[in-house]
């Protein structure tokens, strides 16, 4: 009665309710069995005691069989709790059983319809649990099920009133979803008031059918072998000859694909009902995914595919509600194109260069095509084609729909990356939330009606980004930001007007969740980068950015989480030489005052790699000009920032900027040591600068304390110019020994301090 | 196939909560047997649950929305799914289960709805059942009215999951035939 439904559920929810282990007791555990298994308990008892026994998978008590269960329903309930175990001999046996129950006739009133299903889950989670015979059973029976349902409808459970005359009743023909009278076999896209068995039975094995021919519909042995899609002739080729059927397998691929060409004919037809639509489109993908998988398993297929194919395309490639379609047909092209001797190209060239245009704001386009991407990512390895031109658009999806696809981009960004686009990466990755704003714009645009399109006064300025959108003097910007493919050529001379109209934009939420992913990518860049990226590549890249470093979209907290800082440093690692060859716009940015402040992490990591890398030993081009001149350069700024009574004017900057700019002047004396008069001077101030008044209000006791002690051990390495030389210079670091002795430099300098002012009671070891 | 199918309440500043989750049969020899198989089933569909929660969370901050919206006034008004936010991402190999999934996501009102699909999955299909799972989850099990207790009414939901997911198998159903699976299940929704 109502009491045992409110016992189990309450105890249902017990046991669902902790993930730690509750016991039952074992003897309760056999009654839930007996009572699930039992004829007479209503099926919400059932149903409910099947709830708790799958809750507690797995199940030592278990003693459920379904050997003896002839009720189709009851079947499948007990097969989920035998499935939940986790068995591989469950799901065997469960498949055996289920089987059997397909080969013979069922008793009266039970159906088939519910075994499919548990087939479908045994051999997604065994694919080996049947043998070739039932396989070859099972096929047969799926083929006869999705070719020959009956063509008419069903009859209305007769309602067993005073009046019903159900016999006198005609059954009508099924129609199609468009109402027109159907000429042809019953498929999931057939409309009827009633359905028969065998109409379900169509459904059931059409939603099973890409399974089962992954599983089990290539060639003759184990069926992960054609789950892996490797084109399988058959072993012995069968023609079909009048009055003699095809073997099992090759049956069912000839019914399966008769299928699909008819749910592609039935897709593009117009339903009555709207909600119909989005079934013909899931019908269409799954349609042309199965044939790909046909023409994988016989490429006989392949020519019927093709030319189907094409003609669908032409259909339905101007119709933006059938684009995630196009994907599927785009991918059973790439497979199997060449052997049609087809010109495909066509249709890549829509999917890349229009569709992600229009469709980037769909989220469910976005991950699909990007998977699409992913799984044929060796298209993108000729930099030539079409797939890799098209990064700028791929962007889009990740500007629009960042938090979804930051992980696939992730796997997808170094497929992307070669000499001839990383610039223009670059510049789009740090461009990306700009572009996440400019799309907002875009999409608005396209929604404003006619008349407010013709835009404001060209002469004047615009008042809203909006109105920008197609003004004179940021047109261009925003059809370059905007743009389909890569254009390494036409980048405008700067896109600063455009980032400063967007910064309205800002704070949208869209905007800053897109921020929030650059900084990922842009490590990923510039690991992937340091693998190829040549001498000229890297050259350009600095200088890049040192220029972007402030030409930033204002977003807050953006442009510390760039960090572009350590890259700097990592690329200049790469190719010390730089320092010297690029030795113009280093000095130039290592000489404004104004960048120690705004620019901090970049100049600090600016001044460091100065330090490291310019000397003869780097590079011989160096010479004693250059040294002294980027000394002259760095001692001007570190004079400016140290000044004992700082100005209004003076930047502030950390405390660590300052240790680095010592640290670099006494290594550039060490190397030219007429220097070292100078740095010992400056140096030797610090202790007055630290001490003064109007410093401590500004610095904390630590900062300044360790500037002291720096400038300290400084001064006396400097005490010893020889040492100095050696511990500053030493030689470039190819092997980890002595990578490792740099970066104990640290270490090295407090040794040498300690040598130099041993503390009382102190020996160095 | 469905490997999984998931109610939670994605909360926003309450951590999300799992309300109901089926699994779909166990991947024989995948890890350890016993209490730890159930721990850790327990424990995948959280960290889904969780990732789900996030999700939304986002996405209804880049739609403007708020985060924890109103249930409406009255409990048997229907609801639309129009606009209701969903989407689709990706877990994974080893984060949290074996083989990689995808996790495509509904959400409406203050609940969410999740189907946990093997990889290559028809991805149409999954986001059609769940917005057919959904408004039939809600009318049966009442979720919307006050006092509504989905935790206590398991079979109600087993029953529309095997009858519109059955075992994990998503079915390509054209209206007439939902109607007529309405109409097996008694149900009787808006249309």
């Given at each position: 009665?109502?009491?045992?439904?409110?016992?189990?559920?309450?105890?249902?929810?017990?046991?669902?309710?902790?993930?730690?282990?509750?016991?039952?007791?074992?003897?309760?555990?056999?009654q839930l069995q007996t009572v699930l298994c039992s004829?007479?308990?209503?099926?919400?008892?059932?149903?409910?005691?099947?709830?708790?026994?799958?809750?507690?998978s797995p199940c030592n008590d278990l003693v459920l069989?379904?050997?003896?269960?002839?009720?189709?329903?009851?079947?499948?309930?007990?097969?989920?709790?035998?499935?939940?175990?986790?068995?591989?001999?469950?799901?065997?046996?469960?498949?055996?059983?289920?089987?059997?129950?397909?080969?013979?006739?069922?008793?009266?009133?039970?159906?088939?319809?519910?075994?499919?299903?548990?087939?479908?889950?045994?051999?997604?989670?065994?694919?080996?649990?049947?043998?070739?015979?039932?396989?070859?059973?099972?096929?047969?029976?799926?083929?006869?099920?999705?070719?020959?349902?009956?063509?008419?409808?069903?009859?209305?459970?007769?309602?067993?009133?005073?009046?019903?005359?159900?016999?006198?009743?005609?059954?009508?023909?099924?129609?199609?979803?468009?109402?027109?009278?159907?000429?042809?076999?019953?498929?999931?896209?057939?409309?009827?008031?009633?359905?028969?068995?065998?109409?379900?039975?169509?459904?059931?094995?059409?939603?099973?059918?890409?399974?089962?021919?992954?599983?089990?519909?290539?060639?003759?042995?184990?069926?992960?072998?054609?789950?892996?899609?490797?084109?399988?002739?058959?072993?012995?080729?069968?023609?079909?000859?009048?009055?003699?059927?095809?073997?099992?397998?090759?049956?069912?691929?000839?019914?399966?694909?008769?299928?699909?060409?008819?749910?592609?004919?039935?897709?593009?037809?117009?339903?009555?009902?709207?909600?119909?639509?989005?079934?013909?489109?899931?019908?269409?993908?799954?349609?042309?995914?199965?044939?790909?998988?046909?023409?994988?398993?016989?490429?006989?297929?392949?020519?019927?595919?093709?030319?189907?194919?094409?003609?669908?395309?032409?259909?339905?490639?101007?119709?933006?509600?059938?684009?995630?379609?196009?994907?599927?047909?785009?991918?059973?092209?790439?497979?199997?194109?060449?052997?049609?001797?087809?010109?495909?190209?066509?249709?890549?060239?829509?999917?890349?260069?229009?569709?992600?245009?229009?469709?980037?704001?769909?989220?469910?386009?976005?991950?699909?095509?990007?998977?699409?991407?992913?799984?044929?990512?060796?298209?993108?390895?000729?930099?030539?084609?079409?797939?890799?031109?098209?990064?700028?658009?791929?962007?889009?999806?990740?500007?629009?729909?960042?938090?979804?696809?930051?992980?696939?981009?992730?796997?997808?960004?170094?497929?992307?990356?070669?000499?001839?686009?990383?610039?223009?990466?670059?510049?789009?990755?740090?461009?990306?939330?700009?572009?996440?704003?400019?799309?907002?714009?875009?999409?608005?645009?396209?929604?404003?009606?006619?008349?407010?399109?013709?835009?404001?006064?060209?002469?004047?300025?615009?008042?809203?980004?909006?109105?920008?959108?197609?003004?004179?003097?940021?047109?261009?910007?925003?059809?370059?930001?905007?743009?389909?493919?890569?254009?390494?050529?036409?980048?405008?001379?700067?896109?600063?007007?455009?980032?400063?109209?967007?910064?309205?934009?800002?704070?949208?939420?869209?905007?800053?969740?897109?921020?929030?992913?650059?900084?990922?990518?842009?490590?990923?860049?510039?690991?992937?980068?340091?693998?190829?990226?040549?001498?000229?590549?890297?050259?350009?890249?600095?200088?890049?950015?040192?220029?972007?470093?402030?030409?930033?979209?204002?977003?807050?907290?953006?442009?510390?989480?760039?960090?572009?800082?350590?890259?700097?440093?990592?690329?200049?690692?790469?190719?010390?030489?730089?320092?010297?060859?690029?030795?113009?716009?280093?000095?130039?940015?290592?000489?404004?005052?104004?960048?120690?402040?705004?620019?901090?992490?970049?100049?600090?990591?600016?001044?460091?790699?100065?330090?490291?890398?310019?000397?003869?030993?780097?590079?011989?081009?160096?010479?004693?000009?250059?040294?002294?001149?980027?000394?002259?350069?760095?001692?001007?700024?570190?004079?400016?920032?140290?000044?004992?009574?700082?100005?209004?004017?003076?930047?502030?900057?950390?405390?660590?900027?300052?240790?680095?700019?010592?640290?670099?002047?006494?290594?550039?004396?060490?190397?030219?040591?007429?220097?070292?008069?100078?740095?010992?001077?400056?140096?030797?101030?610090?202790?007055?600068?630290?001490?003064?008044?109007?410093?401590?209000?500004?610095?904390?006791?630590?900062?300044?304390?360790?500037?002291?002690?720096?400038?300290?051990?400084?001064?006396?390495?400097?005490?010893?110019?020889?040492?100095?030389?050696?511990?500053?210079?030493?030689?470039?670091?190819?092997?980890?020994?002595?990578?490792?002795?740099?970066?104990?430099?640290?270490?090295?300098?407090?040794?040498?301090?300690?040598?130099?002012?041993?503390?009382?009671?102190?020996?160095?070891? | 196939?469905?490997?999984?199918?998931?109610?939670?309440?994605?909360?926003?500043?309450?951590?999300?909560?799992?309300?109901?989750?089926?699994?779909?049969?166990?991947?024989?020899?995948?890890?350890?047997?016993?209490?730890?198989?159930?721990?850790?089933?327990?424990?995948?569909?959280?960290?889904?649950?969780?990732?789900?929660?996030?999700?939304?969370?986002?996405?209804?901050?880049?739609?403007?929305?708020?985060?924890?919206?109103?249930?409406?006034?009255?409990?048997?008004?229907?609801?639309?799914?129009?606009?209701?936010?969903?989407?689709?991402?990706?877990?994974?190999?080893?984060?949290?289960?074996?083989?990689?999934?995808?996790?495509?996501?509904?959400?409406?009102?203050?609940?969410?709805?999740?189907?946990?699909?093997?990889?290559?999955?028809?991805?149409?299909?999954?986001?059609?059942?769940?917005?057919?799972?959904?408004?039939?989850?809600?009318?049966?099990?009442?979720?919307?009215?006050p006092g509504a207790d989905v935790l206590l009414r398991?079979?109600?939901?087993?029953?529309?999951?095997?009858?519109?997911?059955?075992?994990?198998?998503?079915?390509?159903?054209?209206?007439?035939?939902?109607?007529?699976?309405?109409?097996?299940?008694?149900?009787?929704?808006?249309?």
């Open positions: 009665g109502p009491e045992a439904v409110d016992g189990l559920q309450r105890l249902h929810l017990s046991v669902a309710a902790t993930k730690y282990p509750r016991k039952l007791d074992g003897k309760f555990v056999e004829p007479k308990s209503p099926e919400q008892i059932q149903v409910l005691c099947a709830a708790i026994l799958r809750e507690m069989s379904c050997d003896e269960i002839q009720d189709t329903k009851l079947l499948s309930l007990v097969s989920s709790v035998l499935l939940a175990q986790g068995s591989r001999g469950e799901v065997a046996a469960v498949g055996q059983r289920v089987v059997q129950g397909l080969e013979r006739r069922l008793p009266e009133g039970q159906s088939a319809r519910f075994l499919l299903p548990v087939l479908a889950n045994v051999i997604s989670l065994s694919p080996g649990s049947l043998t070739e015979e039932q396989t070859n059973v099972v096929s047969k029976k799926l083929a006869d099920w999705l070719r020959y349902a009956s063509i008419q409808q069903g009859m209305a459970q007769p309602s067993g009133g005073f009046f019903s005359s159900p016999r006198t009743k005609q059954p009508a023909p099924i129609t199609e979803v468009d109402g027109a009278v159907a000429t042809d076999f019953f498929t999931v896209l057939s409309v009827a008031q009633h359905y028969t068995q065998d109409q379900w039975l169509n459904v059931q094995a059409f939603s099973m059918l890409r399974n089962w021919l992954l599983c089990y519909g290539g060639k003759e042995q184990s069926p992960m072998d054609s789950s892996e899609g490797n084109s399988g002739t058959p072993l012995v080729p069968v023609p079909a000859t009048p009055g003699r059927l095809l073997p099992p397998r090759e049956r069912l691929r000839d019914k399966a694909f008769a299928y699909c060409q008819r749910l592609v004919e039935q897709s593009t037809r117009r339903p009555l009902k709207k909600e119909d639509g989005d079934l013909q489109k899931a019908c269409l993908i799954e349609a042309v995914t199965i044939m790909d998988i046909i023409c994988k398993q016989d490429s006989s297929y392949v020519c019927r595919a093709v030319s189907c194919l094409k003609i669908l395309h032409s259909r339905i490639c101007g119709d933006a509600t059938y684009a995630r379609a196009l994907l599927p047909i785009a991918q059973l092209f790439l497979n199997h194109s060449k052997q049609a001797a087809v010109d495909s190209d066509a249709i890549y060239k829509h999917l890349f260069s229009d569709i992600p245009a229009l469709l980037f704001h769909n989220p469910s386009l976005a991950f699909e095509f990007v998977q699409f991407c992913k799984d044929n990512s060796q298209l993108f390895t000729d930099s030539s084609s079409i797939f890799r031109q098209s990064f700028p658009n791929l962007f889009k999806f990740l500007a629009w729909n960042s938090p979804a696809l930051i992980s696939e981009f992730v796997d997808l960004l170094p497929f992307l990356l070669d000499p001839g686009t990383a610039t223009e990466i670059f510049h789009l990755l740090l461009d990306l939330p700009c572009l996440t704003a400019a799309l907002d714009i875009q999409l608005r645009a396209a929604a404003l009606p006619v008349s407010e399109k013709a835009g404001a006064d060209p002469a004047g300025k615009p008042a809203t980004c909006l109105e920008a959108f197609h003004h004179p003097l940021y047109r261009s910007m925003f059809q370059y930001l905007l743009r389909s493919r890569a254009a390494p050529e036409d980048a405008p001379d700067s896109l600063v007007p455009l980032r400063q109209l967007l910064g309205s934009l800002a704070g949208s939420p869209r905007v800053v969740q897109c921020a929030e992913t650059v900084p990922v990518l842009l490590e990923l860049f510039f690991r992937v980068v340091a693998e190829f990226a040549d001498g000229s590549l890297i050259n350009q890249l600095v200088v890049l950015l040192l220029q972007r470093s402030d030409q930033l979209y204002d977003i807050p907290a953006f442009k510390e989480d760039v960090v572009l800082g350590s890259n700097l440093a990592m690329l200049c690692g790469l190719r010390p030489a730089l320092v010297v060859e690029l030795s113009t716009e280093i000095l130039e940015f290592s000489g404004a005052v104004s960048n120690i402040q705004s620019k901090e992490a970049i100049f600090t990591h600016m001044a460091w790699a100065v330090g490291e890398f310019l000397s003869v030993s780097h590079d011989k081009r160096c010479t004693v000009e250059q040294i002294t001149r980027f000394f002259e350069t760095l001692e001007a700024v570190l004079f400016e920032i140290t000044q004992l009574r700082p100005q209004a004017s003076t930047p502030s900057c950390a405390p660590r900027a300052i240790s680095v700019l010592m640290a670099t002047l006494t290594k550039l004396a060490a190397r030219s040591q007429d220097l070292i008069p100078r740095v010992s001077m400056f140096l030797s101030k610090m202790r007055t600068f630290v001490q003064s008044p109007a410093v401590t209000s500004v610095y904390c006791e630590e900062d300044l304390e360790e500037i002291l002690i720096r400038a300290t051990e400084l001064m006396n390495l400097l005490k010893m110019p020889s040492v100095a030389q050696f511990v500053f210079t030493p030689p470039v670091a190819s092997t980890r020994f002595q990578k490792e002795v740099n970066d104990s430099l640290p270490l090295a300098l407090r040794m040498v301090t300690q040598l130099l002012e041993p503390a009382a009671g102190s020996m160095p070891v | 196939m469905v490997r999984a199918f998931v109610l939670l309440a994605p909360g926003g500043p309450a951590p999300c909560r799992v309300l109901y989750a089926r699994t779909f049969g166990t991947p024989p020899g995948a890890g350890p047997g016993g209490p730890r198989q159930r721990l850790r089933r327990k424990e995948q569909l959280l960290v889904v649950a969780r990732q789900v929660a996030s999700q939304c969370q986002l996405l209804q901050a880049s739609l403007g929305r708020p985060s924890s919206p109103q249930l409406p006034q009255l409990p048997d008004e229907p609801v639309s799914l129009q606009d209701a936010p969903g989407g689709v991402f990706q877990m994974s190999p080893g984060d949290p289960f074996p083989e990689r999934v995808t996790v495509v996501w509904l959400s409406v009102l203050a609940l969410a709805f999740a189907l946990v699909c093997e990889p290559q999955e028809n991805l149409s299909l999954a986001e059609i059942t769940l917005r057919r799972l959904a408004p039939r989850l809600l009318l049966s099990l009442r979720l919307l009215g398991p079979d109600a939901a087993d029953g529309l999951l095997d009858r519109l997911l059955p075992h994990g198998q998503m079915l390509f159903l054209n209206e007439r035939f939902l109607q007529a699976m309405d109409r097996e299940l008694g149900l009787k929704v808006s249309r």
